[in-house]
């Protein structure tokens, strides 16, 4: 496997209309694709919570950079 695989979950219970879920789901889609080479061998799930809808797009990216930025520290192997 030459690079991570990624999982995202958005549930309706969580994020209720489609379009804020569609949202999310590109925003870490992007910020994955972008940070790929950072997480080799690496799979990932993504399940985002209650309230994430009202979060900007650039606030989201962020938060997801420093989650991806954690997980490189805890695994340096990847």
């Known amino acids: 496997m030459d690079s991570g695989r990624l999982g995202v979950i958005v549930a309706k219970k969580n994020?209720?209309?489609?379009?804020?879920?569609?949202?999310?789901?590109?925003?870490?889609?992007?910020?994955?694709?972008?940070?790929?080479?950072?997480l080799k061998q690496a799979d990932l799930v993504v399940m985002a919570r209650k309230g994430l809808q009202t979060v900007e797009n650039n606030q989201c990216q962020t938060y997801i950079h420093e989650l991806m930025d954690e997980i490189k520290k805890k695994n340096p192997a990847t």
Do not use: M, W
């Open 15 to 38: 994020v209720g209309k489609a379009v804020q879920r569609n949202r999310i789901k590109r925003l870490i889609r992007e910020t994955f694709r972008i940070r790929k080479c950072d």
